[in-house]
């Protein structure tokens, strides 16, 4: 209750020109007259509302189509939420590639690139990598570089609040890189940073395999598999934002590591050697014996880390990525084991995105940032970290 | 977005009716001017709030002291909320003892009682003696019936939302039994059942040893040992009210039972035969090699499921309670596993309430029920389930 500020007058007209905006979003070039009937709210509202929104450049004047206007003798005037007053980006920081999504202001998507990257590259070389694919695609749509509002990252590793890497050991260099602070030097406006599961998370939530359901388990699975999870529809992040973690898991059963599972001669592979480990599961389905042991080793572990999981939180859906979505041989395995152990075990499913989960995430990211500040309402909308 | 609603006239008078109920709850004996100062509304608006709060019976005047009412002119007029406008009941159903507390609407306990069941008693015979204890609470207090405004259930096992167990293997006849639907018929307010780790983390951190801590994991250890958790101040139930039942988290690993880790002669043990359990840690305390590693074997068990836990929730806080509270081995081992997987280790306590912890949350969670009832203000508060 210590958030209620009773006497506030304000409260009411953020209110109303948070409902105006979002009927301006929902309808299709609305009047004056549909926005009352829309909202509930009195003309003279909608009109205060609409003149501080054309202030702020947010709404613009619908053209009419030319025969409508033809027909009706002096047609009542259309409005339009101008996507267009501001853009997004939403990146992705991998240990082989950067890649970039762009939107206007309704998060529909006008724009993408992506640059391969050695998995052996430095901080530096990879941030360059960053801003030349951002460079290129905003290049390529036009768009001012200062028509930024917010920029979404997601990147491997457990981050700070502030978007420092606290532990990153997929990335060289990672490790308490202050990732957050060294984009917002190449930009003038928020930067979000987000672990790549969490990102991931919130993008099948929002475009992908979890637009139904608002608790939901991301397996980002590999050799350093990671998750993330929706609580509510709501990020869960944990205290020091490293719920999800499940990369230890295995230690507490005194297992092997993934890098162990999945070998086929005894030593370890390189974490970051995908090639290698691409190898093992093609020779897996090539019939390969021993291939096929250190594939089921390793869907093993995976289920085991996942099952883990889902008893702490119970989901109603488990989304699984990275990796898994080229290996038909992990969704049977793990629903059989989560029927074993769960009592109304979660549907399990595959990533719809894929490869743009990410980077779809962490555009959403910096869309809910844009979002709270266009319909902030204290005590209704509430603030993400 | 979908929630709000901008034309509602009444919206900000519910608003100003919960702060003014929150400032006379949280103020000694507040003058109307004492109340316009603290909420920051207007007389005439504390002036209606405080009208309707009379007629519903929750604001009495209160009776000033003798020498203050003789040392000034004439007194302004003070008031109390009424706490004893109405009753909960916080009630524990365990495999050895139901008890009850009761409280006024401030949430103050004003009386308790136990009784002892046996481990074998069937549903009929517990929820017999449930109802004694509180026909006997309710004569010694001299509260009728008729005030109790909500009763919170403290319950072993799984419990749906309608206050049904799903699963309760703890207590003879418990799987399958509608809860709270048969407490109902005892009461002719609202009912509320929860599992009973869950309503021990709502206490721990409504007067426990998480009072500073909006992320917690309550941790209840026995034979069959349950976890509650606590996201952002609110108890985190999961998708099927099945989260953090780590009892079963062990048959990921294959490992064995409780019962079989406990057992000193290879039988194992009975999960409801408290004493046979009870005398083997005795025996450890008595320097007894066999059951001390019996112990041992039952916190390494223990630590596991708390890390894996730990892992999937990242909390700031694990308060460990059940057994674990005469367990003085327990905390050390688990700090150091958490210290060797996370990077940064949540804290760790043994809880405050002890044997009270699942009463006591049953009463807060009755308790928040009336709350909810009395400052509801759509898009503010949330409702519970």
Known sequence: ??????????????????????????????????????????????????????????????????????????????????????????????????????????????????????????????????????????????VARS???????????????????????ALPGWTGLALGERLRRSFRCPVLVENDANAAAVAEHWKGAATESDDIVFVLAGLSPGAGSLIGGRLHRGFGGAAGEIGALHLLGREATPERLLSTTGTPLDPLDEPAVA????????????????????????????????????PELVVVGGWATELDDVLDPLRSELARYCLRPPRVTLSLLGEAAVATGALRLALDHVEEQLFAVEGTVTARR
């Open 147 to 169: 028509s930024l509002r917010a920029v979404g990252v997601g990147s491997p590793g457990i981050v700070e609040a502030d978007g420092t890497v606290r532990l990153g050991t």
């Open 279 to 314: 190898d093992v599961f093609t020779k897996a389905r090539q019939g390969d014996v021993r291939a096929q042991a250190a594939v089921e080793r390793f869907v093993q572990r995976l289920v085991h880390d996942v099952a883990a999981l889902v008893l702490a939180l119970d």
């Open 1 to 142: 209750m210590g958030r209620l500020t009773g006497g506030d007058p304000s409260l009411l007209r953020r209110i109303n020109s948070a409902v105006v905006l979002h009927a301006l979003r929902g309808a299709d070039a609305p009047t004056l007259t549909d926005l009352t009937r829309i909202t509930g709210l009195s003309r003279p509202t909608v009109e205060g509302v609409m003149e501080g929104l054309f202030e702020a450049g947010l709404v613009v004047e619908s053209v009419p189509d030319g025969g409508q206007a033809r027909r009706q003798g002096r047609p009542a005037r259309r409005f339009r939420f101008r996507a267009e007053a501001g853009h997004l980006l939403g990146i992705e920081i991998g240990p082989h590639r950067v890649s970039a999504l762009l939107s206007g202001l309704d998060g529909r998507i006008i724009g993408a690139g992506a640059r391969e990257v050695s998995e052996t590259a430095g901080a530096d070389d990879r941030l360059d990598k960053v801003r030349a694919v951002v460079a290129d695609l905003l290049r390529r749509t036009g």
